[in-house]
């Protein structure tokens, strides 16, 4: 509950109150040695959240967009080329592609995951692109450019079903970038592997962003990518520092989009509450899902597959009169979010590439119903019980009204 009675969506003061006395010696000891920009701070959580997605290197940079972009083009993609990736997302994924002079196309999401539907995305290869003989690549027929990459996304604390996608992806030779910018610490089961995987260990490259209310967040913004392969982790820390290779010999033209000392100290510190921190989402996610059992009929929660092991970044419910349901819970105190409103091949940004409504309906569905309900460690049980009672009570007065 907050100081009105009501509950937050998000809460984001708590946390840091609680760990304040640690937060500012983080500052003090920047202010000591003035080290603002690189330097140990940023190399001990370098290694820290490598070690913490299972990956052998990380690289921070400035924020979740920017590890998107350098990663695509560590990866290797050119302007001219295609991306794939999926439409219910958030607008960083296509702009990055953009960004490198890419073209993106999409593929639509499973209807019970909102993820990429690896079904989609072997009949887009199949029967949307042809193929160049000799490159051994896809071409897509709509952008005319080829297919090099592809952008699953870990949407909502839940991973993309990985391995018919990297299958495809190696018979495709096609790069795998995962958007993890949702996903710190999801992990796949790879029936493939026989193993639990982390998100951020499974593609090419991974980008993680540290807005503030993601399940890692900095105080400010930041960013990072992480990757196995230590070739394309070198292209990244060049290119987030205009491309230097040593101070002053730029081997290529690169960008500013470093990570700051201040961000990767604060970062360290609160990495190491990111288990818990993700446990008691789990715990909340386990508690709305009891909570709701009663109501099947009119809500369905977050379908988690046997392959997943969710951080539940945000609890998303797919109901029948979303807006006015929120409105409802609005009016009771209750925040909510929507995650997103307009798909991207819908947005205005995009009017111009000419998708329309129809187009991908999965994510135009998921447009138009899904809710995120109150998903923060420390959520409070008895608060939970006043979301669901409210969301009953707003099925019942729509039965009987
Ligand atoms: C937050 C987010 C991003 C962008 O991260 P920034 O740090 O805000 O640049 C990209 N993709 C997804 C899915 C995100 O949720």
Redesign the pocket.
């Known amino acids: 509950m907050n100081a009105n009675g009501g509950i937050p969506f998000l809460d984001l003061v708590t946390p840091h109150r609680e760990l304040e006395a640690e937060l500012v010696s983080v500052f003090r000891a920047a202010l000591d040695t003035a080290g603002f920009v690189g330097g140990p701070m940023v190399e001990g959580f370098e290694r820290e959240f490598a070690a913490f997605c299972d990956a052998a290197h990380c690289v921070g940079v400035a924020?979740?967009?920017?590890?998107?972009r350098f990663a695509l083009i560590a990866a290797g993609v050119k302007p001219g080329d295609t991306v794939v990736t999926v439409p219910n997302?958030?607008i960083?994924?296509t702009e990055a592609i953009s960004q490198v002079g890419a073209r993106f196309d999409f593929v639509d999401v499973d209807e019970h995951t909102y993820t990429m539907d690896p079904e989609k995305l072997r009949f887009y290869l199949e029967a949307e692109c042809t193929r160049d003989v000799g490159m051994n690549r896809p071409r897509s027929r709509r952008t005319g450019g080829p297919v090099t990459a592809v952008v699953p996304?870990h949407?909502y604390g839940q991973t993309a079903d990985m391995d018919p996608i990297l299958d495809l992806a190696s018979r495709y030779n096609l790069s795998v970038i995962e958007?993890a910018?949702?996903a710190h610490g999801a992990e796949y089961f790879s029936m493939k592997e026989h193993r639990w995987r982390k998100a951020g260990s499974m593609g090419q490259a991974a980008?993680f962003?540290?807005?503030p209310g993601?399940n890692l967040g900095a105080c400010g913004?930041?960013?990072a990518v992480t990757t196995n392969d230590e070739a394309l982790a070198r292209e990244v820390r060049m290119l987030r520092d205009h491309g230097q290779s040593r101070k002053y010999h730029h081997a290529v033209e690169g960008y500013n989009g470093r990570l700051d000392a201040i961000q990767a100290g604060i970062l360290r510190v609160k990495l190491q509450h990111l288990t818990h921190w993700n446990e008691q989402r789990s715990w909340s996610a386990k508690r709305y899902d009891e909570l709701f059992a009663p109501m099947a009929g009119s809500v369905t929660i977050p379908y988690r597959p046997a392959w997943s092991k969710p951080v539940y970044h945000l609890y998303v419910i797919h109901t029948a009169n979303r807006d006015e349901l929120q409105k409802y819970l609005t009016e009771a105190g209750i925040g909510t979010g929507i995650h997103y409103p307009i798909p991207v091949h819908l947005q205005a940004a995009y009017a111009e590439l000419g998708w329309k409504r129809g187009d991908f309906p999965v994510s135009e569905d998921a447009a138009d119903q899904l809710l995120s309900l109150p998903m923060f460690p420390g959520l409070r049980a008895e608060d939970q019980r006043r979301v669901v009672e409210a969301v009953a009570e707003f099925a019942s007065v729509r039965s009987t009204g």
């Not at 924020?63 to 998107?68: E, F, K, N, P, V």
């Open positions: 924020s979740g967009t920017d590890a998107l997302t958030f960083a994924t996304v949407l958007d910018c949702q980008a962003s540290f807005y993601k913004e930041a960013g």
